[in-house]
């Protein structure tokens, strides 16, 4: 299993330009999660997902968009980016509602 | 909402040395209060985790305990190792709730 899997790895982005994080899990959970990580800081939950075609916010939504068509992809779409959104994303997942394993991450920056 | 809060945010000790990093939350309904480390530029991996039906948790070197009383839990990690060296994340969540708050983090560093 190759766990958790996020692509782009790193990613420089233009003020107003728009991307998709990907986020893929082959380890059938019904959990799914977005965070970001500010340098030095703890993470803060964007949205979570409960199962295909279920999303929900989190603590820091603003500024974001999330889908689940199925139970592997969870992507998130920064629609006009700005410099706020610099930080490092990870994705995670989890079978229940406990245990959550994370993706590698992706670093944004936005200038 | 949930408020975590991390103490210390860098700890220091000698290669065999005992180290004690403490949260506290604020919501009494949270019940679930894992501990992650994180490597420099890796992913937080779950290390331990202690539900509010347990008092203590322990792995090898590792433990977790919880008071609900005082809102509180610890991470204690005996015979250190330069390899614990890391950025330590408590976090806690509820039953049916998937809002799961995290601490700012703890540097630990292990000196040889």
């Known amino acids: 299993n190759a766990g958790v899997t996020q692509t782009p790895k790193f990613r420089i982005l233009k003020i107003g330009q728009s991307m998709t994080l990907q986020c893929t899990q082959d380890?059938?959970?019904?959990?799914m999660y977005w965070y970001r990580q500010d340098p030095g800081m703890g993470l803060k939950l964007i949205y979570y997902?409960?199962?295909?075609?279920?999303?929900d916010k989190g603590e820091v939504p603003n500024g974001y968009n999330v889908s689940r068509s199925t139970t592997e992809d969870f992507p998130l779409r920064l629609e006009l980016a700005a410099p706020s959104q610099t930080s490092v994303y990870f994705c995670?997942?989890?079978?229940?509602?406990?245990?959550?394993?994370f993706g590698p991450g992706t670093r944004l920056t936005v200038l | 909402g949930e408020n975590v809060e991390q103490h210390p945010s860098t700890l220091s000790v000698q290669e065999g040395d005992s180290a004690v990093i403490k949260c506290t939350y604020s919501d009494s309904a949270s019940n679930y209060f894992p501990w992650y480390k994180q490597e420099l530029g890796k992913r937080p991996q779950l290390i331990i985790d202690i539900r509010s039906n347990v008092g203590e948790k322990k792995d090898q070197r590792i433990a977790v305990t919880l008071n609900k009383t005082a809102k509180h839990f610890s991470l204690h990690i005996t015979e250190t190792q330069p390899e614990d060296s890391a950025v330590y994340f408590c976090?806690?969540?509820?039953?049916?709730?998937?809002?799961?708050?995290f601490g700012a983090g703890t540097r630990l560093t292990v000196k040889p």
């Open positions: 995670a997942s989890s079978s229940q509602k406990y245990t959550q394993y």
């Open positions: 976090a806690a969540s509820k039953v049916n709730n998937n809002d799961m708050r």
């Open positions: 997902s409960v199962g295909a075609g279920i999303t």
């Open positions: 380890m059938n959970h019904n959990y």
